[in-house]
């Protein structure tokens, strides 16, 4: 038996969508653990191109159950129409299930989280809109919905006329928005919860066997750890924990059952919205890596900001997960520049940091000191093994190996399942 958490390493979208579609071959669980439907892993393989949101990326494997953890917040509109999507393609979902106690996106955490980043103005965090925040809000302040209390309409009915009435004096006084109307929430999310009724379940019983009977269990991350609420570049985070704790808090598997957490790198940098990023690339080397990458946001289609690697991040996100070995990913993405930057500290008004500060303004004034490697200028796409690599190539990932103190495990060389390079055993 293994449990191996799969965390992404740098500010998310690090492909852990087809890390988790690879190594989902010989998991009999895969449990998507935090997040919402602001995240997005994009996944090629022999059924095609898929853009998953809350679905977790093992779907595609027959022999695999699929489990949204405790730890998600699920929008119901959207999971349904995945899921249609899903077997539209010839994907079956008959083993996807839904925790009981996940929470809901209501219609008024949609409202709420666009009439705040508009309130924002210049501000602004960069969120969504997805709902994703203020439902997670009212997790933590006990007025949440779980999917528990979808299917039935009566604890349904009484459970909203609470939350509504609060919800719609905030709507009306502070937004000047239109209000909700109970009835109509009530009856358009009963029949969600009729719809996904046969998927929820007590997963926590689901993986409590699953454990008994010694099965391997992949526990897969959304975002990544820099946009931690606790260890990101606060205020500019998500609103759930993307970390290897989160993974026990949001799965209900306890840390003391964990086998491995693996981090995921892209071979560069990248982060969507608003936020410091000191590696951050100039034109016009920014917008080709973006071009060679197609780095556009799974789930907003927003362009992704491109930079160096950062190993002050990348050490960072590896103390604070526990970080067994790293998976690296498009490194193929690199294969036509000449030379290739890794920021080994960080310069804040003339003292080298080797960990980012806690205070976002600090991080925007932090000059990376780079460490600069030759390029290897030639594709590596076709290559299969380590040893086939360009030597510059294979330097690099050594040398982000000791950067990070990560020993490197996969290294992926294209978006299909087949275009991946393996340097050790995962399970």
Not at 3 to 26: F, H, P, S, T
Request: glycine share 12%; hydrophobic share 35%; proline share 6%.
């Amino acid at each position: 038996m293994s449990v191996v958490v799969v965390i992404g390493g740098q500010w998310g979208d690090e492909g852990k969508g087809k890390v988790i579609d690879l190594l989902a071959e010989k998991a009999a669980y895969v449990v998507r653990f935090s997040g919402g439907n602001n995240a997005g892993h994009t996944v090629v393989n022999d059924y095609g191109q898929f853009r998953l949101h809350l679905v977790p990326s093992g779907i595609f494997n027959p022999g695999t159950a699929c489990i949204i953890g405790n730890g998600v917040a699920v929008d119901p509109a959207s999971l349904i129409e995945e899921m249609d999507v899903l077997e539209k393609g010839g994907v079956s979902v008959q083993r996807l299930y839904i925790s009981d106690r996940a929470h809901v996106i209501m219609p008024y955490h949609l409202l709420q989280d666009g009439l705040e980043e508009a309130c924002r103005g210049t501000g602004a965090l960069g969120t969504t809109r997805k709902g994703v925040g203020p439902a997670f809000s009212d997790k933590a302040s006990r007025t949440g919905v779980r999917m528990v209390d979808l299917l039935d309409s009566n604890s349904l009915r009484e459970r909203l006329a609470i939350v509504l009435e609060f919800k719609n004096r905030l709507l009306k006084e502070v937004y000047g928005a239109s209000p909700l109307d109970l009835e109509l929430v009530c009856e358009e999310y009963y029949k969600y919860g009729q719809r996904l009724a046969p998927h929820i379940r007590d997963t926590i019983a689901l993986l409590g066997a699953a454990l008994e009977q010694k099965s391997h269990i992949l526990l897969e991350g959304a975002q990544g750890a820099m946009l931690d609420p606790d260890f990101g570049t606060y205020p500019y985070v998500t609103s759930s924990p993307p970390t290897a704790a989160g993974a026990c808090q949001g799965s209900g598997i306890g840390p003391t059952r964990l086998d491995k957490v693996l981090g995921v790198f892209k071979a560069y940098a990248t982060r969507v919205g608003q936020g410091p990023m000191p590696t951050e690339m100039a034109p016009p080397t920014g917008e080709m890596v973006r071009e060679r990458g197609q780095e556009y946001g799974t789930t907003t289609g927003r362009p992704r900001r491109c930079g160096w690697f950062d190993a002050v991040a990348g050490r960072f996100a590896a103390r604070v997960n526990g970080f067994d070995g790293a998976i690296i990913t498009r490194l193929d993405v690199l294969d036509t520049l000449t030379s290739i930057k890794v920021c080994t500290q960080y310069n804040l008004d003339g003292v080298l940091l080797d960990s980012p500060p806690s205070d976002a303004d600090l991080l925007v004034r932090c000059q990376p000191v780079y460490q600069e490697w030759p390029g290897w200028e030639a594709p590596t796409s076709g290559v299969r093994r380590f040893r086939d690599l360009p030597e510059p190539a294979r330097n690099y990932v050594n040398g982000i190996s000791e950067v990070t103190g990560c020993p490197v495990h996969l290294v992926s060389v294209g978006p299909h399942r087949d275009e991946t390079i393996e340097l050790r055993e995962i399970f």
